[in-house]
């Protein structure tokens, strides 16, 4: 499995669920428009994950192909790869302010990748139910039109993933109104100052790992 980060919420995950020597398939997660101020994403995909009908998480016209979207809750099976929507809220009102966001969980490989997207609330235990056991969890932590950065260690804590990876938070260059990472990095105790944009990553590499942060950079 290769993760590769653009900023903000926006990956691109390379699979390869037949195992080697299958094709890949290939699925982008949110990828935003300019008004970002960073770089677009750009690529061939097979599958878009949006998890909500934002600017800034639903670009999937910057990207090559004709790539299957997949923006609302329920359960996929794509080419190998089983993908399931729950639906959540933007906000903390049930909605009633930016309305809903689904997280994305993606299970391939051996692994499970959880992408919360714009999550604005708290995780009820149907939800906490439905995600179940994870090994990469993306979780934002900027704040104002996302969970804080301390629900994220709240949420992180009940979910207890391998490997963390914040997303939806403030990035040299970028516009967003948001937090950066220092306020999570000195909650939560430390944070690996190396900031890799890729991340190879094998079912057997997760041995020993829990809840290992990684912030990841872009290009």
């Known amino acids: 499995?290769?993760?590769?980060?653009?900023?903000?919420?926006?990956?691109?995950?390379?699979?390869?669920?037949?195992?080697?020597?299958?094709?890949?398939?290939?699925?982008?997660?949110?990828?935003?428009?300019?008004?970002?101020?960073?770089?677009?994403?750009?690529?061939?995909?097979?599958?878009?994950?949006?998890?909500h009908d934002h600017?800034?998480?639903?670009?999937?016209?910057?990207?090559?192909?004709?790539?299957?979207?997949?923006?609302?809750?329920?359960?996929y099976s794509v080419k190998g790869v089983n993908v399931i929507g729950i639906p959540s809220f933007h906000d903390d009102v049930l909605g009633k302010e930016r309305g809903l966001n689904t997280i994305f969980l993606i299970d391939s490989e051996e692994m499970k990748i959880c992408h919360l997207g714009d999550l604005g609330s708290d995780l009820n235990e149907k939800q906490l139910e439905k995600i179940g056991t994870v090994n990469v969890l993306m979780v934002p932590i900027g704040g104002k039109y996302t969970i804080d950065y301390k629900k994220a260690i709240e949420t992180i804590k009940k979910i207890e993933p391998n490997i963390i990876i914040p997303i939806h938070f403030k990035m040299k260059n970028s516009s967003a109104d948001i937090d950066d990472e220092s306020k999570f990095c000195l909650e939560m105790g430390y944070c690996v100052k190396e900031r890799p944009s890729k991340l190879n990553l094998k079912s057997k590499d997760l041995e020993g790992k829990n809840m290992e942060i990684l912030i990841m950079g872009i290009e």
């Open 55 to 75: 600017s800034d998480h639903n670009n999937a016209e910057a990207l090559k192909g004709e790539p299957r979207i997949i923006d609302l809750p329920g359960e």
């Open 1 to 51: 499995m290769n993760i590769q980060y653009y900023g903000h919420s926006c990956f691109k995950i390379s699979l390869k669920p037949a195992g080697r020597g299958q094709n890949e398939v290939v699925f982008f997660i949110d990828p935003f428009d300019k008004s970002v101020g960073l770089r677009p994403p750009q690529g061939q995909a097979d599958f878009v994950l949006v998890s």
